[in-house]
T-cell receptor
Framework: DGGITQSPKYLFRKEGQNVTLSCEQN?????MYWYRQDPGQGLRLIYY???????QKGDIAEGYSVSREKKESFPLTVTSAQKNPTAFYLC?????????????FGPGTRLTVL | EDQVTQSPEALRLQEGESSSLNCSYT??????LFWYRQDPGKGPEFLFT???AGEEKEKERLKATLTKKESFLHITAPKPEDSATYLC???????????????FGQGTTLQVKP
């Protein structure tokens, strides 16, 4: 089955720790995105990558880092510098084939800081 | 600054009671407007992409329309399984690049009672 997988589904972090969220896709999409979702707010873009070995900051990149060493993988690290990391994190990949433009989302990772 | 506002925040309908959700947007140039459905604790599920004013798309009981300032998601004869949060997003024109960056609204939470 083609799709986007995120792991883990739930993640608990102690203050001061860095944690890495996994995102893998087998859709052969070039572009991938990380969003953060907080209650009552829309999704906000953290980082995005349009091609392997290249990525750009989104609107709320402070306290986060990413890498894009493989087309299929776009891991997100939440560092200790992120002031309020408790949120629902969503990864997406994008296709523009067939004249359309669509981002497909993974199931999400819920991060809780203890 | 690109902005998306959805209304109402919450909507309760009886099964079979048709209604519409609104998405108002401000964007310098519209590349596309997107509708997603999100169930609690899950990633958004793609519904529609609209590209130009006057465009309409349908899927089962859902119909999306687009004007130069807003989009409507019409729900005809809803069923309890249509209960979810519906998200609207826009992709604007940023120079000559096509980054795929989406700006999301806060969402409308729909509850359909049997």
């Amino acid at each position: 089955d083609g799709g986007i997988t995120q792991s883990p589904k739930y993640l608990f972090r102690k203050e001061g720790q860095n944690v890495t969220l996994s995102c893998e896709q087998n859709l052969n999409h070039d572009a991938m995105y990380w969003y953060r979702q907080d209650p009552g707010q829309g999704l906000r873009l953290i980082y995005y990558s349009q091609i392997v070995n290249d990525f750009q900051k989104g609107d709320i990149a402070e306290g986060y880092s990413v890498s894009r060493e493989k087309k299929e993988s776009f891991p997100l690290t939440v560092t200790s510098a992120q002031k309020n990391p408790t949120a629902f994190y969503l990864c997406a990949s994008r296709t523009t084939s067939g004249g359309g433009d669509t981002q497909y989302f993974g199931p999400g990772t819920r991060l809780t800081v203890l | 600054e690109d902005q998306v506002t959805q209304s109402p925040e919450a909507l309760r309908l009886q099964e079979g009671e048709s209604s519409s959700l609104n998405c108002s947007y401000t964007v310098s140039g519209l590349r596309g407007l997107f509708w997603y459905r999100q169930d609690p604790g899950k990633g958004p599920e793609f519904l529609f992409t609209l590209y130009s004013a006057g465009e309409e798309k349908e899927k089962e009981r859902l119909k999306a329309t687009l004007t130069k300032k807003e989009s409507f998601l019409h729900i005809t004869a809803p069923k309890p399984e249509d209960s979810a949060t519906y998200l609207c997003a826009v992709q604007g024109v940023v120079g000559s690049s096509n980054t795929g960056k989406l700006i999301f609204g806060q969402g409308t939470t729909l509850q359909v009672k049997p």
